[in-house]
Each structure stands twice: as structure tokens, then as C-alpha cells.
């Protein structure tokens, strides 16, 4: 009888137990792991609801500026194709100015609603600011105020970063830029960046590192700011020191609103046109800002869509 308990084994094991194993490895039966071993992750979940934009700028009431935010929407539109795109300006005082105009933008709270009440889930704040200074911070912490009021509204709201973050995205930048004043520098003009900048010294490093790739990139371009810790003086200096003649100058902005009209080209003597003009050198005013050129656009849709940061999560920690 023992001679036979293998045969039987055997037997049982490829008549019986054999057919069921294939069976469940067909229709994808799980089967017990072995003690130790780790359990696989279930992948994680990924949000299925309608996608929107909220495009966000500190805004402008210049009509003639209108066109850089113009050629962005259509930009949006284009790259989130059947997407509704909805616009926010930050600045209360803007958003008042023209709303008495009959033109009326709201404020982040006011999108981040209209995009909730078309049926919007998973949404897409993207800062239009050039730099994370003090603006960015704001608009930062006012979609997680109003993701705190409004809990479980969206599966899952992302923050794309402002234009310049990287080495990158300044290279991309600059290239864009030369290629677009091409023509109007000719072979001799130097390029004159107008930065804002601000009083506090937020994102004056960041500008200091942009300045110092631009110039790498090319070394008759410089830069300072209206409000920030470089100034149209350190610009003057360094321009007489590489002997320049011929400047063109433009906003490094993504509208060319009041700043370029009046603080950079206007006919006042404060003017940065005035001083290099009193300071001899011959001057072009290039009055366009970022949103007119498809380079600058192209890097803030590519942070639109790279953004993984979503608001409604805890940060992952790597």
C-alpha cells in the first residue's frame, strides 16, 4: 500500500489541483503570497473628474496691454483643448477699476467657484507671474484658504509654478526673447530687461540668477527693476562700463501695461528711456510683454501640465 501513496499523489495533484491553479491564473484569482514576502501597492488613485483652468495675474487696466492675455488664453484654450479656461486677477484695485468699465474679472475665489458650478473636479491654478515672489505667495495662499472653506469641492486642485523656476525654463526664456527682437537690435544694440521687482527683496535672487544666465546666454544682455534691489543706476553703470551705444529696451513682464508705458518709455524725466537718452545712449522702446511671444507662453502651459502639486494632499515627502 505504501508503493502506491506516490502514484496516488501523483495522480490527484494533475487531475485535480493542477486545472484549478491554471484556472485562477486565467481569471486573475489571487493567490495567498508566501509569509514575508511584501504585499504589491495598489497603484494610486488618479482624480476622473472634468478638468478646468484657472489662469491667474495680477492683471491690468490697460486696454492696450490686453493682447498678452489675449494670446495666452488662446494659448490655453489651444493645449487644454474643451477645457473651460477661466481668468483671476489678484489685485482688488484693478478688479474694481474695470468692473466700473463694464469689464468686470474676478478675483481666485470668484474662478475657483465658476469653475465648480460648470462641474469642474480636478483644476489647474496656473500663476502667470514671471517670478515666485510676494504675488505668487498670495495666490498661493489664497487657493488653500478657499480649499479650506469649500472642503471636498475638487478631487484635486494643481499649482503650476510661475515662468522662471529653473535653468531651463531662463534658457528657454532668453532664447524666445532674442528671437523675437532679432530685428530690432540689428547687429550692435545691447538689450535692456525691465524686471518689477520688489521693495522687500522677495525674489531678488531669484532675478540675480536669471540675470546671470541671461548674460551667459548673451553677453549684451542686461537687466534691473523698478522695485527691486537693482536699479536703473546699477544699469547705467553697467552699460557705460561695456561700452554701449544702443540699447533697446522692454519689459521682462507678462503684459507691457503701465510699468512699460510710462516708468520704462514715457517722456517723463524719471523715465528709464529719459535717463539713458540723458545718459547718451541711443534708445529703442520695445513696448510688448511676455504674453506676445510663443516662447514665454510655451513655458507656462509646460508648467500647467507638469504640475504634480495638488493642493487638496499632503506634500509628499520623498
Same mark, same amino acid.
Given at each position: 500500500?505504501?508503493?502506491?501513496?506516490? $502514484?496516488?499523489?501523483?495522480?490527484?495533484?494533475?487531475?485535480?489541483?493542477?486545472?484549478?491553479?491554471?484556472?485562477?491564473?486565467?481569471?486573475?484569482?489571487?493567490?495567498?503570497?508566501?509569509?514575508?514576502?511584501?504585499?504589491?501597492?495598489?497603484?494610486?488613485?488618479?482624480?476622473?473628474?472634468?478638468?478646468?483652468?484657472?489662469?491667474?495675474?495680477?492683471?491690468?487696466?490697460?486696454?492696450?496691454?490686453?493682447?498678452?492675455?489675449?494670446?495666452?488664453?488662446?494659448?490655453?484654450?489651444?493645449?487644454?483643448?474643451?477645457?473651460?479656461?477661466?481668468?483671476?486677477?489678484?489685485?482688488?484695485?484693478?478688479?474694481?477699476?474695470?468692473?466700473?468699465?463694464?469689464?468686470?474679472?474676478?478675483?481666485?475665489?470668484?474662478?475657483?467657484?465658476?469653475?465648480?458650478?460648470?462641474?469642474?473636479?480636478?483644476?489647474?491654478?496656473?500663476?502667470?507671474?514671471?517670478?515666485?515672489?510676494?504675488?505668487?505667495?498670495?495666490?498661493?495662499?489664497?487657493?488653500?484658504?478657499?480649499?479650506?472653506?469649500?472642503?471636498?469641492?475638487?478631487?484635486?486642485?494643481?499649482?503650476?509654478?510661475?515662468?522662471?523656476?529653473?535653468?531651463?525654463?531662463?534658457?528657454?526664456?532668453?532664447?524666445?526673447?532674442?528671437?523675437?527682437?532679432?530685428?530690432?537690435?540689428?547687429?550692435?544694440?545691447?538689450?535692456?530687461?525691465?524686471?518689477?521687482?520688489?521693495?522687500?527683496?522677495?525674489?531678488?535672487?531669484?532675478?540675480?540668477?536669471?540675470?546671470?544666465?541671461? $548674460?551667459?546666454?548673451?553677453?549684451?544682455?542686461?537687466?534691473?527693476?523698478?522695485?527691486?534691489?537693482?536699479?536703473?543706476?546699477?544699469?547705467?553703470?553697467?552699460?557705460?562700463?561695456?561700452?554701449?551705444?544702443?540699447?533697446?529696451?522692454?519689459?521682462?513682464?507678462?503684459?507691457?501695461?503701465? $510699468?512699460?508705458?510710462?516708468?520704462?518709455?514715457?517722456?517723463?524725466?524719471?523715465?528709464?528711456?529719459?535717463?539713458?537718452?540723458?545718459?547718451?545712449?541711443?534708445?529703442?522702446?520695445?513696448?510688448?510683454?511676455?504674453?506676445?511671444?510663443?516662447?514665454?507662453?510655451?513655458?507656462?502651459?509646460? $508648467?500647467?501640465?507638469?504640475?504634480?502639486?495638488?493642493?487638496?494632499?499632503?506634500?509628499?515627502?520623498?
Amino acid at each position: 500500500m505504501l508503493r502506491k501513496a506516490p $502514484h496516488s499523489i501523483l495522480y490527484f495533484f494533475t487531475r485535480t489541483l493542477l486545472p484549478i491553479l491554471l484556472l485562477c491564473a486565467v481569471l486573475g484569482t489571487p493567490v495567498a503570497t508566501t509569509a514575508g514576502e511584501p504585499e504589491a501597492k495598489a497603484p494610486a488613485a488618479v482624480p476622473q473628474g472634468k478638468a478646468g483652468v484657472l489662469l491667474v495675474a495680477f492683471g491690468t487696466s490697460v486696454p492696450e496691454a490686453l493682447v498678452s492675455m489675449k494670446a495666452v488664453d488662446a494659448e490655453f484654450k489651444s493645449a487644454f483643448a474643451g477645457q473651460p479656461v477661466v481668468w483671476a486677477y489678484t489685485s482688488q484695485i484693478i478688479r474694481k477699476k474695470i468692473a466700473a468699465e463694464g469689464h468686470p474679472v474676478g478675483g481666485i475665489s470668484d474662478g475657483l467657484a465658476q469653475l465648480a458650478s460648470s462641474g469642474v473636479k480636478v483644476v489647474r491654478v496656473q500663476s502667470l507671474h514671471v517670478m515666485a515672489g510676494e504675488e505668487f505667495s498670495a495666490l498661493e495662499r489664497a487657493v488653500l484658504i478657499d480649499l479650506q472653506k469649500n472642503p471636498g469641492r475638487f478631487e484635486a486642485v494643481y499649482l503650476g509654478r510661475p515662468m522662471l523656476e529653473s535653468k531651463n525654463d531662463a534658457q528657454e526664456l532668453i532664447t524666445a526673447i532674442r528671437n523675437d527682437v532679432k530685428s530690432l537690435r540689428g547687429k550692435d544694440a545691447a538689450l535692456v530687461l525691465m524686471g518689477h521687482g520688489q521693495s522687500h527683496g522677495r525674489a531678488d535672487l531669484t532675478f540675480e540668477g536669471t540675470r546671470a544666465l541671461f $548674460h551667459d546666454a548673451d553677453k549684451r544682455v542686461f537687466m534691473a527693476t523698478v522695485e527691486g534691489a537693482r536699479s536703473v543706476d546699477d544699469l547705467l553703470g553697467e552699460l557705460k562700463a561695456a561700452k554701449v551705444k544702443k540699447v533697446v529696451i522692454e519689459p521682462l513682464m507678462l503684459v507691457a501695461g503701465d $510699468h512699460a508705458r510710462n516708468d520704462m518709455a514715457g517722456d517723463e524725466d524719471d523715465s528709464w528711456a529719459s535717463k539713458l537718452k540723458a545718459a547718451g545712449f541711443k534708445v529703442e522702446a520695445n513696448i510688448k510683454g511676455l504674453g506676445e511671444i510663443a516662447g514665454a507662453r510655451a513655458i507656462l502651459v509646460r $508648467h500647467a501640465c507638469e504640475s504634480a502639486d495638488d493642493l487638496t494632499k499632503e506634500p509628499k515627502k520623498q
